[in-house]
């Protein structure tokens, strides 16, 4: 098949796009000018270089393909202002549904987020539990984009034909994080040994980055179109994943642990100076919250219905903190030398 992968250079495009390329596919792939794009560069690819703006260069990707992954998003839920997260995640996206929809394309394969399923305390929430309108209020700027964009993928699928697919991704681990993404941040800190604490009370849904992957790639085999698949392995405590990563990097874990409402006076504080000094905090209150908003989700549908099959996420986990210690390691020896 000849596929397309956009956004092939972001974390978890450029698994999507090294299995591709693996399993024997056509592989096309497209990135911004000037993207760092080391995670693919040894890969045997066609090359496309523009942003999901350059509608000559989506086209002259698209045609003639079987399959598009969608791998874009903004993930900046910390933004002060965030305008740039419904740029790139809601306008972005449907400039690039537009062309999509003309394609003739087999799949379109969209990355989309667990926190636009429906999660509340105290139950397993699976792909049939959607937000209600009367609760979207209180939705932090980035969930509202994640939201809005999936919906409208799916409505692209309903209204026109469009054979889209949305993946419900939840936070990935492992290596290969050329990017360094913010729960990437947190595996090095924990490797190199240099986190003063773990905030206690904060537990995320997690997934290995090589199983999300793959779960991509079996969707656009097996997935049902115009439906969501939700794809985690697991729930699993922040304090946990820092010890996890710190074990396998041969380092001890923080010895110190703050409270959950210590957490949320450092992250009042954050939005505070985020206002007074005009900049973008990565501990805030909004970013808190997202972490905070947390429930059980049920993967079996992904299981059953594409025959995905994670491996503990532990593992994930375990390779991304050695990755971070060999990318160190490297580059110490390169200055040595």
């Not at 972490?291 to 059953?304: G, H, L, Q, T």
């Amino acid at each position: 098949m000849t596929v397309l992968v956009i956004g092939a250079n972001g974390y978890l495009g450029s698994h999507v796009t090294r299995q591709l390329v693996n399993d024997g596919q056509d592989v096309r792939v497209m990135v911004r000018e000037g993207a760092n794009t080391i995670g693919i560069d040894d890969l045997e690819t066609t090359r496309f270089v523009g942003d999901i703006w350059a509608d000559d260069v989506l086209r002259e990707a698209m045609a003639g393909c079987d399959v598009v992954y969608y791998c874009v998003v903004d993930t900046r839920g910390w933004l002060k202002d965030p305008a740039p997260l419904f740029h790139t995640n809601v306008d972005g996206t449907r400039n690039v549904l537009e062309i999509a929809k003309g394609a003739g394309l087999q799949r379109f394969i969209f990355t989309s987020s667990y926190v636009t399923v429906g999660r509340k305390r105290g139950r397993v929430a699976t792909e049939d539990d959607v937000i209600p309108p009367g609760r979207r209020r209180g939705l932090t700027p980035y969930v509202r984009s994640r939201l809005q964009a999936e919906e409208m993928v799916l409505r692209y699928a309903r209204e026109h034909g469009l054979p889209a697919i949305a993946m419900c991704v939840s936070t990935t681990y492992g290596a290969g994080d050329w990017g360094r993404t913010p729960h990437g941040a947190v595996i090095a800190g924990a490797a190199f040994g240099k986190l003063p604490f773990v905030m206690k009370g904060i537990e995320l849904e997690a997934v290995g980055v090589d199983d999300a992957a793959r779960a991509l790639i079996l969707a656009a085999e097996k997935g049902r179109v115009g439906g969501r698949y939700l794809v985690s392995e697991k729930m699993i405590t922040n304090a946990e994943v820092v010890r996890i990563a710190a074990e396998a990097a041969g380092v001890a874990p923080p010895a110190k642990a703050i409270p959950l409402a210590l957490s949320y006076a450092l992250a009042a504080m954050g939005t505070l100076k985020a206002r007074l000094r005009g900049t973008d905090e990565q501990l805030s209150l909004a970013s808190l919250r997202l972490m905070r908003a947390e429930a059980p989700v049920d993967c079996a549908k992904a299981r059953r219905e594409l025959g995905w099959q994670p491996r503990p996420v532990e593992e994930s986990i375990r390779e991304a903190a050695r990755f971070w210690v060999g990318l160190r390691e490297a580059k110490r020896k390169s200055r040595a030398t």
